[in-house]
């Protein structure tokens, strides 16, 4: 009987309380910043040139790098490819809209927001380079870029 009582005033209250509501609506924005990201990640290849005998005597080494760029920057990335000097004379890069021979001089190549780059490299050897392992002599890096006319 006391339980009924109390459920009887419980729900007397809850009538009493829906009665005098009201309803209210208010708006407002939301803006939040999204700090620009990239970075390019090496998928396949080597870090490091490893020259055979074989190599040094046919004066080259050929490698597969392959690569992807990821980023939330509107106008994509520039990659940079900066060869290291000491060990090649030059380096020939396949892979791209058409063949590239880079000997010390940097070289950029636009790649959209998400994408991955295949390179097929031939090291031309010094001649004078002895069998071992060495730091890859191709340094790839990316800034954030947007392709305009004067690039």
Not at 16 to 43: D, N
Not at 57 to 81: E, M, P, Q
Not at 95 to 109: M, W
Request: with cysteine.
């Amino acid at each position: 009987m006391q339980l009924l009582c109390a459920l009887m005033c419980l729900a007397g209250c809850l009538a009493a309380f829906r009665t005098g509501a009201t309803e209210q609506t208010a708006t407002f924005s939301v803006s939040a910043y999204v700090p620009p990201r990239l970075s390019i990640e090496r998928l396949a290849g080597p870090a490091v040139l490893i020259v055979r005998p074989e190599d040094a005597r046919a004066g080259y080494k050929d490698v597969t790098l392959r690569y992807v760029v990821r980023s939330n920057v509107s106008g994509g990335a520039i990659v940079h490819l900066t060869p290291r000097i000491g060990l090649t004379t030059s380096m020939t890069i396949g892979g791209l809209s058409q063949p590239l021979t880079l000997g010390e001089g940097d070289v950029e190549i636009w790649q959209t927001q998400n994408s991955e780059l295949t390179l097929q490299v031939r090291f031309h050897l010094k001649d004078e380079v002895v069998p071992g392992t060495y730091p890859l002599p191709l340094v790839v890096w990316c800034e954030p870029g947007e392709m305009t006319d004067a690039r």
